[in-house]
């Protein structure tokens, strides 16, 4: 891209236009590292803005912000007045695909990099092919990325761009849960901006969604935290159940399992036959490794523990 030298400059933070804000997704935890870095040891990397074109003749100079902005609320919030500022001299269209093209080094996240792909593609009417030559990637990368933002309702979007919910929860339980329930996933979001809920405890809640009935999931989908509370108490129960049984409480209820689990398959073994007429070979190997590896655990057992 032929552009003229960048500047640098310090500018007052409201000389700057935030035009892609919406596009970068707010991290409260990574803000708040962010502002402890720049107290610590001041803005050691400049803001990336370009000239704003669109500002009247007769007013002050503006710039388009196009990277930088978590730095920015961070250097606002410490109060600083001034923020270093690297000044592109090219349309905003050029330095954002001057930007996707490096952010293999900038950790922009999947849905941040979609939201620039569709200004791009909706904003200065490059096509998907072109936005792809001038970011560097192949066509396919940019068709991918795009496809992140169709599977996303509107709302979810906005939550992602407030930093109140992930990349993870929008695309791994919000857009299944979408598409199938509109009405819970829209109930769901609600209480993750009131009540967030961690990845390990949502991945809980959502798994458990999937396998229940449908009049437990009107309970869960009212009260999910409620459920991940229980959920961590019977956990807790558990473990002190398990430490209070010690090694041989563990054992016998492994024991436990492992018949009920062989019962299933002995009660299973009569519908295969019944479907298939006969015991597929490779089943048949699959008892007999059983029945040997059972047969070595009662040898040893006998061995070690005979009276």
């Known amino acids: 891209m032929d552009r003229a030298p960048a500047t640098v400059v310090e500018l007052e933070p409201h000389c700057l236009e935030l035009r892609y804000a919406s596009m970068r997704l707010g991290r409260t935890r990574r803000l708040e590292a962010l502002m402890r870095s720049l107290e610590r040891d001041g803005q050691c990397s400049a803001l990336l803005a370009v000239p704003d074109a669109s500002a009247a003749p007769d007013t002050p100079e503006r710039f388009v912000l196009i990277d930088g902005y978590r730095r920015l609320a961070a250097l606002r919030r410490l109060g600083r007045d001034t923020a270093r500022v690297e000044v592109w001299h090219c349309p905003p269209g050029e330095a954002l695909c001057a930007l ?26 490059l096509s998907q092919r072109e936005v792809a030559r001038r970011c560097a990637r192949d066509a396919s990368w940019v068709s991918r990325r795009l496809a992140l933002l169709g599977a996303l309702p ?35 979001l609600e209480h993750l901006r009131t009540q ?29 935290a409620l459920f991940c509370e229980a959920h961590d108490e019977t956990l807790a129960q558990r473990a002190a159940a398990a430490l209070a049984a010690g090694p041989e409480g563990e054992w016998l209820a492994a024991c436990a399992r492992a018949t009920r689990l062989c019962r299933w398959l002995h009660r299973r073994l009569g519908e295969l036959r019944a479907s298939a007429g006969a015991v597929p070979a490779e089943l048949a190997c699959a008892c007999a490794a059983l029945a040997r590896t059972v047969e070595r655990l009662r040898a040893d057992f006998d061995a070690e523990h005979r009276p």
């Open 196 to 224: 967030p809920l961690s990845t390990r405890a949502l991945r809980r809640w959502f798994e458990h969604y999937v396998r229940t009935d449908h009049a437990t999931r009107e309970r869960l989908i009212a009260h999910p």
């Open 154 to 188: 509107q709302p979810v979007l906005e939550a992602l761009g407030e930093g109140c919910l992930s990349s993870w929860a929008a695309s791994r339980v919000l857009a299944p849960l979408a598409r199938a329930n509109a009405a819970h996933a829209a109930q769901l």
């Open 100 to 125: 996707l093209a490096r952010t293999q080094a900038l950790a922009f996240e999947p849905l941040e990099e979609a939201l620039l792909l569709r200004e791009l593609t909706t904003g200065t009417g």
